[in-house]
């Protein structure tokens, strides 16, 4: 059974950073793509960081250079670290796993992301 718990959200001024945590279990890293997300109230949900299936990287240009996916095999955990931290990147952040070659995907719960002075 996967279940994806995320951590390490919370108040940072603009121009700060934070680290965002997913604990993943269930979740065979060779067969998921993991990723990150983040929703504001009335928006789609957008993705903000992921790994492909050959284990590259991709980002959206409005965070490019300043969010970095990383896992930890041995720990079956993804993080996301976020740099230079705007109030435009206030959001709930969830945790995503695909299964390669399906359209089987599993949600965190999110954790909240404020930027703000």
């Known amino acids: 059974q996967v279940q994806l718990v995320e951590s390490g959200g919370g108040l940072v001024q603009p121009g700060g950073s934070l680290r965002l945590s997913c604990a993943a279990s269930?979740?065979?890293?060779?067969?998921?793509?993991m990723a990150w997300y983040r929703q504001t109230p009335g928006k789609e949900r957008e993705l903000v960081a992921r790994?492909?299936?050959?284990?590259?990287?991709n980002y959206p240009d409005s965070v490019k250079g300043r969010f970095t996916i990383t896992r930890d095999n041995a720990k079956n955990t993804v993080f996301l670290q976020m740099n230079n931290l705007k109030p435009e990147d206030t959001a709930v952040y969830y945790c995503?796993?695909?299964?390669?070659?399906?359209?089987?995907?599993?949600w965190g719960n999110g954790t909240l992301v404020t930027v703000s002075s």
């Open positions: 995503n796993a695909r299964k390669i070659n399906t359209n089987i995907n599993y």
């Open positions: 790994f492909t299936s050959v284990g590259t990287t």
């Open positions: 269930g979740v065979v890293f060779s067969i998921y793509v």
